[in-house]
């Protein structure tokens, strides 16, 4: 499992959407979900990714794509 997470951040139009499953079906990536609040207008994911470089790449670009705003938590002290 990469030890690098990720928030991100989605819209109201993508909340009803199985976006995390999207990404594992089509960029045969791992998600480890850390945590995660969903609401009616508005989510955020703490998640590790697994997968080859390539894959996790394109996931991400996948999800900026899509209207998500994804940030590298790498070296974040608040880890946890």
């Known amino acids: 499992m990469s030890d690098t997470r990720y928030f991100i951040s989605f ?30 207008n508005s989510g955020w994911i703490i998640m590790e990714l697994g997968g080859t470089l390539e894959a996790r790449t394109a996931a991400l670009a996948y999800l900026r794509d899509e209207g998500c705003i994804v940030d590298d938590m790498t070296g974040d002290i608040v880890q946890g």
Request: proline share 10%; charged share 25%; hydrophobic share 45%.
């Open 11 to 40: 819209p109201e139009a993508l909340v009803t959407r199985p976006i995390v499953y999207e990404l594992v079906k089509q960029f045969d990536v791992v998600p480890n979900i850390r945590r995660a609040n969903v609401e009616g």
